[in-house]
């Protein structure tokens, strides 16, 4: 076992060569690595001898122990900080814990109260510790891209789908679909999954501060990519709200390197939440004349909200030019030019959906135009 290593802060030299003295009577548990008189020294030490304890005065001069502990507690957080003081009422012990110590002891202190406190003190706080160094070595932040249209019916739930697909055959990343068009639900129907959880169930069921209180709650859909499935019912007052999106949002942001996510067709408070959030919109249209106007609409509105055009990403989907409008047509309208064009391709789709399989799975998806394209998409949206 390693021994616990022991920050000693106090302004009084005798204090501090009592407790040296006291730990080490127990060497092969504690090393003593410094020693502070002012909570100044405190901090300029963490960073070079890196202890696992600091035992800190609450009154000492320059810096106080109050004071240090607040800024121990957010500049280096898997620091334990136990407070030493002659002070034994209550209200101390409170402003000590508030500041962010983990414990709280009276002096003068024996043998016997001081090595338990210290050992009790780090044992319970070590699982704590392991949780936050995890958490800093996956925090991946992820790049959102949401996929959104105006109208349904227009594929954007299949182009989703299988852009999530294609990114997750890079196995250096690890991909989210998040369908969060909640009234639909699409996802965990082009998946055949039909009864797996939901963001709904999640939001209801789970303590959402942290991700592997929502982990159940995902479909592991391939090695390198995850989906959490909406729950697609449109009764009234079926809804997550817009906090538990923020907290999901934020706890999944950490853990994937890029996040597709499925929004509605409605610029409601949640959807908006999700757009806003994301580093790239992809707004999916068809060609037919109704929906290149609602997309106009909506892109015009989206632009009233201020969101920059290198952000909002034209997709015209089953792309062709056998209903007497043309690529330059659409191009006279929309001036910022269309990011992607994907070919209409409707076996191939109509077999995907029905099937359940995505048709980026098979082995030669890449063939098709409808393969290529979507490579091509993804090898963009990715620059």
């Given at each position: 076992?390693?021994?616990?290593?022991?920050?000693?802060?106090?302004?009084?030299?005798?204090?501090?060569?009592?407790?040296?003295?006291?730990?080490?009577?127990?060497?092969?548990?504690?090393?003593?690595?410094?020693?502070?008189?002012?909570?100044?020294?405190?901090?300029?030490?963490?960073?070079?001898?890196?202890?696992?304890?600091?035992?800190?005065?609450?009154?000492?001069?320059?810096?106080?122990?109050?004071?240090?502990?607040?800024?121990?507690?957010?500049?280096?957080?898997?620091?334990?900080?136990?407070m030493m003081s002659v002070q034994a009422e209550n209200h101390y012990l409170k402003k000590a814990m508030f500041h962010g110590a983990k414990e709280y002891i009276i002096k003068p202190f024996n043998y016997k109260s001081l090595t338990e406190?210290?050992?009790?003190?780090?044992?319970?706080?070590?699982?704590?510790?392991?949780?936050?160094?995890?958490?800093?070595?996956?925090?991946?932040?992820?790049?959102?891209?949401?996929?959104?249209?105006?109208?349904?019916?227009?594929?954007?739930?299949?182009?989703?789908?299988?852009?999530?697909?294609?990114?997750?055959?890079?196995?250096?990343?690890?991909?989210?679909?998040?369908?969060?068009?909640?009234?639909?639900?699409?996802?965990?129907?082009?998946?055949?999954?039909?009864?797996?959880?939901?963001?709904?169930n999640a939001a209801d069921t789970a303590k959402l501060d942290s991700y592997e209180n929502i982990e159940p709650y995902l479909y592991k859909y391939s090695e390198n990519l995850d989906m959490f499935f909406a729950y697609g019912k449109t009764?009234?007052?079926?809804?997550?709200?817009?906090?538990?999106?923020?907290?999901?949002?934020?706890?999944?942001?950490?853990?994937?390197?890029?996040?597709?996510?499925?929004?509605?067709?409605?610029?409601?408070?949640?959807?908006?939440?999700?757009?806003?959030?994301?580093?790239?919109?992809?707004?999916?249209?068809?060609?037919?004349?109704?929906?290149?106007?609602?997309?106009?609409?909506?892109?015009?509105?989206?632009?009233?909200?201020?969101?920059?055009?290198?952000?909002?990403?034209?997709?015209?989907?089953?792309?062709?030019?056998?209903?007497?409008?043309?690529?330059?047509?659409?191009?006279?309208?929309?001036?910022?030019?269309?990011?992607?064009?994907?070919?209409?391709?409707?076996?191939?789709?109509?077999?995907?959906?029905?099937?359940?399989?995505?048709?980026?799975?098979?082995?030669?998806?890449?063939?098709?135009?409808?393969?290529?394209?979507?490579?091509?998409?993804?090898?963009?949206?990715?620059?």
């Amino acid at each position: 076992m390693d021994k616990i290593k022991i920050l000693v802060a106090d302004d009084m030299e005798e204090t501090r060569m009592v407790i040296k003295k006291i730990l080490n009577l127990e060497d092969n548990i504690f090393e003593v690595v410094g020693e502070a008189s002012n909570g100044e020294e405190v901090l300029s030490l963490i960073p070079k001898i890196k202890p696992d304890v600091v035992l800190m005065d609450i009154n000492m001069p320059i810096l106080n122990g109050l004071e240090a502990t607040e800024k121990i507690t957010n500049q280096y957080p898997l620091v334990i900080v136990i407070m030493m003081s002659v002070q034994a009422e209550n209200h101390y012990l409170k402003k000590a814990m508030f500041h962010g110590a983990k414990e709280y002891i009276i002096k003068p202190f024996n043998y016997k109260s001081l090595t338990e406190t210290i050992k009790r003190t780090y044992e319970k706080n070590k699982e704590r510790q392991m949780q936050l160094v995890k958490s800093e070595q996956r925090d991946r932040k992820g790049k959102i891209m949401s996929f959104y249209s105006s109208k349904k019916g227009v594929g954007k739930s299949v182009l989703a789908l299988n852009t999530a697909v294609i990114l997750s055959k890079d196995k250096n990343k690890k991909i989210l679909l998040l369908d969060m068009d909640v009234q639909v639900g699409s996802v965990t129907i082009l998946v055949n999954q039909y009864n797996q959880n939901t963001t709904l169930n999640a939001a209801d069921t789970a303590k959402l501060d942290s991700y592997e209180n929502i982990e159940p709650y995902l479909y592991k859909y391939s090695e390198n990519l995850d989906m959490f499935f909406a729950y697609g019912k449109t009764e009234e007052g079926v809804s997550t709200t817009k906090d538990n999106t923020r907290k999901i949002m934020k706890l999944l942001k950490r853990e994937y390197d890029i996040i597709i996510v499925d929004a509605g067709t409605h610029f409601n408070d949640h959807t908006l939440y999700l757009l806003d959030d994301a580093e790239k919109i992809f707004f999916v249209s068809t060609m037919d004349i109704e929906s290149l106007k609602n997309t106009k609409l909506g892109m015009r509105k989206m632009q009233l909200l201020g969101y920059d055009k290198n952000k909002v990403k034209l997709v015209i989907n089953r792309f062709t030019t056998n209903y007497g409008i043309s690529k330059k047509d659409v191009e006279k309208v929309f001036k910022d030019g269309i990011f992607a064009t994907i070919p209409e391709e409707e076996k191939t789709v109509t077999i995907s959906i029905n099937k359940g399989i995505p048709f980026c799975e098979t082995a030669k998806y890449n063939e098709k135009k409808i393969g290529k394209a979507l490579e091509q998409m993804c090898k963009d949206l990715s620059k």
